[in-house]
């Protein structure tokens, strides 16, 4: 056990330590704090906060209106109503408002007003506060209790039988995390998966591996170097989650009617779930892959078309979204390479049934250990053969005699 | 005394290819024991068998009175032929990295590389990446991290190869010190006069088959014979009954065939017209006479 945490550490220290995985670490959360400070600037100094004007012939809008139905105009484009056209004419012309909105006198039977801009567009929140206010004084005639119904609209709530799980039109942030997270896992592991190789052929490469095996026992060894591995990617993933973190803490204070986010326990829960047979299936065919071949490029090249295996799902992401009990999106669930993607895509979609769940983990499980055992034999012969790649051939006579030896 | 390593009966093959025939040898502490043999004879598979990185199709191995062990793996340094270090880092710290995957602690392994690092003018290169080492200097560094956690079996693949004539006295002088210490040492070189300068017992190795063991003064005088030496004028190569002839020191050093006596050599060069010969006696075979004697022309000892 001590020897596993001497690689794991080993190899976290030799990843994490050089200067590449630093920029390609720090330049992510960068690039985002980047980001939100334009956004914010550009929120705070971009947006156009003049009023809006408008001129009511038809005599139909209150001020107000809006407080009645429990809207704080504060929050809001003020909107100031005139007189006449000139009056918001002479506004408009001393930089006073924005904009002005005529209101025709038979509005109510022909619903359309007149936008009167100088060189520049009205800004979206203007637009969108004069619309709001003009919903809520259409609808101020009636009871209150219809006049608030009408005003908010509808919302559409989708929930499972059992009442568990729910997803909301209003909380789309929250329909969306399964998607990142399931986007995050599947990084991690494919993340791990390309470190392995590269592990494994650097240590073929360097010809060290003589030296180690009479000290470590193969699984020592690529167990150790997995986890200090998945300790490289969980630090990256920290650092993000990190990041992404303070930038949901940060944009409500700046971005009005930012969304609430509920964090989906019972999906990070099924990621763990899968993620470690997963990442024991991408592993184990890595470091075959590396047993194997005699050059870094070599092996990328060949991970490149097992890597297709696992991201077959993100060919067909819009059907998984779209009809996540499709027969395709079944079958992607249950299959060892895509499950674990497939399952957390569909997860924010539709209620994936629980035999679909047993049947797939269970040959995400098995399938795992085969790539192992395979791993560990292949790695045998393989990592002694300096210069050489393995053949087919040279593989399927070291399993038969490891098998005899086994 | 014990030995430190007992190699019983041991055979290996891969597919049809049998690697490892039947060998068996033992290795002493406080000795030098040469592993020798041509290129593919399977000195490398006996040395992987020896080391559990391979497992024995037949026969045993016992290290330290037990089969392979964790605390045993703990107790060998290995110095392969294929050899290397992580080109990458830098040599301080994968020098320690490996000391302690021995089970050195962390402190200790620091305080003695220090010693070895001077010993082998590396002190000041610790701090610098693999790849910008000389060959000579990695091969140094290499050697360290056979010696750093103090084995007490030493098994040393072609120790000389990369080396400067400073450097492979130095190497000499280390493992001359560690067998004085007591430790078992196993060399494998093609280089028949540092065999013949260190090691007191060898196995030669040739098909798989161990073909000669024992101590090296009594395999000379097993092959007492089978080498004169002669000097003259003109070519005394292609003689028949002489495996090889090669120039030393302006006189000629011939190694026979199994079965030809010096005198049928004598009678040989006698007939020709072509040289002149000045003197003429029989040597006693070198380790090299004996290697190319037993590997070109089959003969075990007894069989001359």
Known sequence: MAKLWLVAKQEYRRIAGKKSFLISTLAV???FIVLMVVIVLITIFGEDARPV????????LRPEAREALGQDPASTVEIRPYRDEDAARAALEAGEIQGYYVIPADYLSTPAAECVILDKALS??????????????LVQQLPEAEARRLYEGAHLSLRTPDGKRQLSDTDFVSALFPIVGAFLFF????????????????????????????????????????????????TQLGLWGVTVVIGLLVAPLFIANFPQITIPWNMVGVGFLYFLPSLALISGLMIAIGAAVTETRQGQQIAGILNLFFTFPMFFIMV???????????????????????VLLRWGFTAIPTWQMIVGWVLLVGTAIVSVRFAARVFRVGMLQYGQSLTFKNILTALRQSRQEG | MNPTVTISHVSKSFGPVKAVKDVSFEVYPGEIFGLLGPNGAGKTTTIRVMLDIFRPDGGEVTLFGNGMTEAAKHRIGYLPEER?????LKLEPTLIYLATLKGLDEATARQRLGDWLKRFDLYDHRQKKIQELSKGMQQKAQIIATLLHDPDLIIVDEPFAGLDPVNTRLVKEIIEEQRRAGKAIIMSTHQMHQVEALCSRIVLINNGEAVLYGEVDQIR???????????????????????????????WHLALAVGVSPQEVLRALALRDDIKLERFEIAEPSLEDIFITVVRGGAAPGEE
Do not use: C
């Not at chain 1, 993340?191 to 000290?215: C, F, H, P, W």
């Not at chain 1, 009809?323 to 993607?341: G, Q, W, Y």
């Not at chain 2, 290397?84 to 990458?88: E, Q, T, W």
């Open chain 2, 84 to 88: 290397g270090l992580y080109k990458d």
């Open chain 1, 53 to 60: 004007g408008y001129v009511d012939h038809a005599g139909i």
């Open chain 1, 124 to 137: 979206d929140r203007a637009r969108s506060d004069f619309w709001d206010f003009m919903h809520a004084n």
């Open chain 1, 320 to 342: 998984i979204l779209g009809n996540p009990n499709h027969p395709l999106s079944v079958a992607l669930s249950l299959f060892p390479t895509t499950a674990f993607l497939t």
């Open chain 1, 187 to 234: 990084f991690s592991v494919m993340s791990v998966g390309g470190y392995m190789l590269q592990a494994v052929t650097d240590e073929k490469e360097n010809r060290t591996i003589e030296v180690l095996m009479t000290t470590l026992s193969p699984e020592q060894l690529m167990g150790g170097k997995a986890l200090g591995l998945l300790g490289v990617v969980l």
């Open chain 1, 29 to 31: 959360p960068l690039l």
């Open chain 2, 221 to 251: 005088r097993q092959f007492a014979g089978n080498a004169v030496m002669l000097s003259g004028q003109g070519n005394f190569t292609g003689l028949p009954g002489v495996l090889e002839a090669r120039q030393q020191n302006g006189d």
